[in-house]
Every structure is written in C-alpha cells, then in structure tokens.
C-alpha cells in the first residue's frame, strides 16, 4: 500500500508538467530561450531587427538577408539561405531548427 501512495503521487506530479517535444532550445544575448515549432522565423517576411534575434546574425548579416530577398525574390527553402554573402553551411545548420520560409 505505502509503494501504491508512492507511486500516486509520483505519477499526479508527471502528469502536472508540460513536456514540449516540438520546442527548441537556444541561447541569445546570454539568455537561454525555447522556441516552438510555430514561432519559427520566416526569413521571407521578416524584418532586419527580427532576423537579429536568430543567434550568430547580428545586423550586418541581417541587413544581408533583406537584400538579398529584395533584389532576388523570396527564398524557395531554407537551404536557400547560403546563397546570402555571409551564411555558410554551418551557420545554415545552426539556424535551420529555428527558421521557415512559409
């Protein structure tokens, strides 16, 4: 009976939390953050000031991104995005869990 008590309780407080297994996790301006799969960013659509909350894009790379978009038209998928001056495959991948082009 003392292990059924024991085994209540443990399962009531596992079934309290709330496990996100679609959510990223990433580190910005020293801050751990979570982001959903719904929250990604759209590089077709965002702003440069957006694009700088993707971690290792700060406003030069950002500003390149906008351009890019500009003078060639939206990006066709994300892999598209090493076509920008300043992105490689390595940053490609670091951003790839946290962006879209929807």
């Known amino acids: 009976m003392k292990y059924l008590s024991v085994l209540l309780v ?3 407080l596992g079934f ?3 496990f996100n297994v679609n959510a990223k996790t990433f580190k910005t301006n020293g801050k ?3 982001v959903a799969q ?3 960013i759209n590089i077709n659509t965002a702003s440069i000031e957006k694009l700088m909350e993707l971690k290792g894009i ?3 790379k950002a500003k390149a991104i906008v351009e890019f978009r500009k003078k060639n038209g939206k990006f066709q998928k994300v892999e598209d995005l090493i076509l ?3 992105i490689g495959k390595k940053t490609l991948e670091k951003l790839r869990p946290f962006i879209t082009v929807r």
Request: hydrophobic share 30%.
């Open 38 to 40: 719904a929250e990604k």
């Open 32 to 34: 751990t953050q979570t």
């Open 84 to 86: 920008v001056k300043g």
């Open 16 to 18: 309290g939390f709330n």
């Open 58 to 60: 700060g406003p030069k």
């Open 10 to 12: 443990i399962l009531t």
